[in-house]
Structures are given as C-alpha cells and as structure tokens.
C-alpha cells in the first residue's frame, strides 16, 4: 500500500482487483479515520496486439518471418491437415503453418520478427496441432531470443498428454522479457515423427482500468465538527 498527504492524491495499481482507501482528517492532536473496503476495483482487459499472424497472407514465411532450414524438402510450409483442418476451430482461417515429417533428419525453424515488449503483464497464445503419441521422434520446442536470435532459450514444447492429433491451445507468460525486443521460434526437431502445426499466434499487452467507486467517502469531515481541524488530511492506498 501506499499513503499521500496531497489535496488530489494519484496513485498506480500494478494489478487487477479490489482496493481498500482509508481517509483520515487530523488537527494534529485528534483525527478521524473512515475505512472503505474494496472501494476501488481495477479490471484487467485486453490491450494492445504486439503481433498477430494466421499464416493467411500469400507469401510464407509471413512479413517479416525467416525459417532456419535442415531439411529443404521437409521443412515449414503454409497449408492444412486436411483431416483436422484449423477452420475447426476458427472458421475464418484459410491455412496454418506446418511441418510435414519424414523418416531423416528435422530441425526446421520458424522464427517471428523482432517484438518490442512494453513494460507489464504480457502474454503469448497460440494453437498447436500435433500427436503426442510420437512426441519421442520428433517434437516442437518454442524457443527465444533476446540477442537478435544469436542465442535461444528454450519456453517449452509439446507436451505428451496422451491423445492423438489435436489442436491444443498455448498461454505463455512473458511478462519477464517485458522492456526488451525478442523473437521467438518455434523448433521442429527430430526423425520419423509426425506433422505438427501452429495457428493463431497472437502477443498481447494487458492494460489495467479503473471501475466504480462503490462506495462513497461522504461525511467524514462534518464529522470532526465542531472541532477545529488543519487541512492536514491522509489517504491510505491498500
């Protein structure tokens, strides 16, 4: 919490939820104090789009995209898995990207553009297409960079939950890498697997905003009359 003596006290809440204010009035020998419980009440929302891509443009890679390629016959391509196509999911998509397998050698990079993440809570979604059941021959790994893609570290990658070839849909946090530009890959490695596809690629900034005081703090001068009091009041932020 915080506490301001000014006549118009500003103060920043860095996350969502209810907030209790105290307002105090003092003459410097006697003071008074009103509590409002949950008087402020901060909502998160959806905020700016920091990259958004479907892999329906014509070309591919995507604008700005770059691939790092093993495998120039079997590498990431924009198209469908005709049998699970992501128009199930969102009907207004045409194509995914994905990467076909074959019995040699994969490690196939799709890499974004460089992303600069503003300060705050920051999220990557995106929806991945594979069949655990072949996870031990080949699997996606989503990987950044905050060197210019000069070195990675690796976020993650498909988890074996048991079923065969799904959509799945991916919430990372970000928030760590927030005031820094970065790329992040998504890596298809290994031999003999099966096809794995991504959709929906979105990262966002969350944004903060201020809901009703549901509470009023009226009254709680007249409550010090007659007594005389100084101007000297203090507000508590909770």
Known sequence: GATST???PAHTYAAAGDYTVALTVSDGTNSNTETKSNYITVSSSS????????FDSETFPPTGWTQTILNTAKTWQKGNNSAKPFTDID????????????AEDQDEWLITPVVTLPSGTITLEFYAGYNSNWLSNATVKLNISTDGGAQWTKLGEAENDGKGWEWRKVTVDLSEYAGQSVMLAWQYVGNDGDLMSIDNVEITEET?????NKAGMDGILSQNYPNPFSTQTRIAFK
Request: charged letters at 15%; glycine letters at 10%.
């Open 47 to 54: 905020g700016s789009v920091l990259l958004k891509e479907h």
């Open 6 to 8: 000014d006549q118009n």
């Open 208 to 212: 903060t905003g201020i809901g009703d």
């Open 91 to 102: 009907s207004t998509n045409v194509y995914s990207a994905f990467c076909p397998y074959v």
